[in-house]
């Protein structure tokens, strides 16, 4: 079924890259209405939809391997494309679409906004950056030299409200002299729909323009003076967050010529990120030192970064659920989406972010070591291990290599 209704309804998203920096390009569908149309039970065609890709999506889940994802992509990002425009011309309405009328997920840059942190009395008070007015008209205050801005960029699904931007701005603006940004994407990250699996290519192309507009901001503040150079930036990223800032910092180096400090990648996306479009993800030429903390099956388990760090071994986080129990709640509920959800924002994918925290903090102090793999890890190298780092926030910037750790919640 699923192949049968992907290739009736789907054009092709094309992630390419070109020259010297990261582009994206899409692939505009020619019109979908007659065969959308022609369905005598659209709704039952999507369930039938997404209970197939989740037999795709469970083999990995269940027992890591890439195959079932490199074919869940293709189709997805087939299927994504031409859903993308009908949905948004309100062709799928009634149950599928409560919000008629109202337009599905954005893909505009102007919808992204930047809320900068620099109050220590009160955390929540914060002044909405506009790059086209000159800082000092807006009160923001000048980034004094040898403090840093941290700007955090969450992921699919998520919001600057939510668990990943609140607990890592209040942790830095606790603990730290240093300015915080949050980069407020929602509107292009958060599908207003029940299924929002299919959009999940399209958020993906909208993490790129987010990083384009976080680029534009980094310039601003070097050329408005608010930041005296660019090793003053350091970007952390949550999920697609993390290649968003990898794409702000190519952007940034092809202006420059130099590269902006330090990007931190908090488990960063999988899901879109195999074969050609490997090319698209971050990688370590990014900023002058790239860490990256790898906690799921749903985040890149390659080494990605300078320094690739691995707590509990990098898949399954302590305290947990068992992949088991996503797929039972699949089968009880009768849809994938909800699985899906479920997934993304699995405890061991959101552990990524809850151990940078707890790093932050400076009476915590995580050491790891240096190992060739989890299981080295645990039966010879923990215990003669010839080359500590300190883990998350206050990492050296010479460390290279993988590190273990174990960690607990």
């Known amino acids: 079924m699923v192949y049968r209704f992907i290739s009736a309804v789907i054009p092709l998203l094309i992630l390419g890259f070109h020259g010297q920096t990261k582009e994206l390009s899409l692939i505009s569908p020619r019109a979908l209405r007659d065969t959308i ?10 369930v039938d939809l997404e209970t197939d890709v989740f037999s795709l999506i469970s083999p990995l889940t269940l027992s890591g391997t890439k195959y079932p994802w490199r074919i869940f992509t293709q189709d997805l990002a087939k299927a994504q494309s031409r859903a993308l425009d009908e949905l948004d011309n309100n062709i799928i309405g009634g149950s599928l679409n409560p919000t008629k009328g109202v337009k599905l997920l954005s893909s505009s840059p102007n919808d992204v906004h930047f809320h900068l942190y620099q109050n220590r009395r009160d955390f929540n008070s914060s002044i909405i950056i506009d790059v086209t007015r000159n800082p000092w008209s807006q ?38 002299s240093h300015s915080v940004i949050v980069v407020d994407w929602e509107v292009l990250a958060l599908p207003k729909n029940k299924i929002r699996l299919l ?50 910092g190519d952007l940034t180096f092809s202006r420059f010529g130099r590269k902006i400090g330090r990007i931190t990648a908090l488990d960063a996306a999988f899901l879109a990120f195999i074969g050609p479009q490997v090319k698209l993800r971050l990688d370590k030429g990014d900023a002058k030192f790239v860490d990256a903390i790898h906690t799921s099956g749903i985040g890149v388990y390659d080494p990605i970064a300078h320094a690739d760090f691995y707590p509990n071994g990098g898949r399954n ?10 797929r039972a709640n699949a089968v009880s509920d009768s849809g994938f989406s ?72």
């Open 37 to 46: 149309m022609a369905s005598s039970d659209l709704k039952k065609a999507i």
């Open 139 to 176: 009160n923001i205050l000048q980034v004094r030299p040898g403090d840093q801005v941290k700007i955090l960029i969450h992921g699919f699904q998520s919001g600057p409200s939510l668990a990943f931007t609140t607990e890592t701005k209040d942790a830095y603006l606790g603990e730290t």
């Open 199 to 248: 959009l999940y290519p399209a958020v993906t192309v909208n993490a790129f323009k987010v990083g384009e507009k976080v680029a534009m901001l980094i310039a601003y503040m070097l050329e408005t003076g608010m930041i005296a150079d660019l090793s003053q930036v350091h970007i952390i990223g949550h999920s697609l967050g993390a290649h968003a800032a990898g794409y702000a």
């Open 317 to 326: 986080q302590v305290s947990c659920y068992k992949p088991e129990t996503y």
């Open 338 to 409: 909800r699985a899906f959800e479920q997934i993304i924002q699995s405890c061991s994918h959101a552990r990524a972010y809850h151990y940078f925290v707890k790093s932050i903090k400076k009476e915590n102090f995580f050491w790891s070591c240096k190992c060739v793999s989890w299981k080295d890890y645990r039966t010879f190298c923990k215990d003669s291990c010839a080359h500590r780092e300190r883990f998350g926030e206050y990492v050296s910037p010479t460390a290279r290599g993988k590190y273990y750790l174990e960690i607990d919640p």
